[in-house]
């Protein structure tokens, strides 16, 4: 899992299999997030193969929490197995997904 922060956006790139383990890594990151930043992440996941259920939950639940405090969450996804799982479980009508990060970064200066 690779993180940057650049111009106030936190992106996380995420790569392979996506499981358990992993879920946890990225909620603990996504709970250290400052909370005098503007709470602007992107979550990469153009290097992911696969994603647990875990992942969805953590993901829905810090979009809350960034959007209450004034900031969001942004997907990227390129693979048409995950994308069809984010339709699947309606939460591509929750999230803003991109097919590139430097339009999802585009869209936090807009």
Excluded: W
């Amino acid at each position: 899992m690779e993180v940057n922060l650049k111009e106030g956006i936190q992106t996380l790139k995420l790569q392979g299999s996506i499981l358990q383990a992993d879920a946890e890594l990225l909620e603990g990151l996504l709970t250290k997030i400052d909370p005098t930043d503007p709470y602007r992440v992107i979550i990469d996941f153009t290097d992911a193969t696969h994603i647990c259920s875990a992942v969805l939950g953590i993901l829905v639940s810090f979009k809350r929490k960034f959007k209450q405090n004034g900031g969001d969450v942004k997907l990227v996804i390129s693979d048409e197995d995950l994308l069809e799982l984010f339709e699947i479980t309606m939460l591509d009508k929750v999230f803003e997904i991109y097919s590139d990060a430097l339009a999802a970064g585009r869209s936090f200066l807009l």
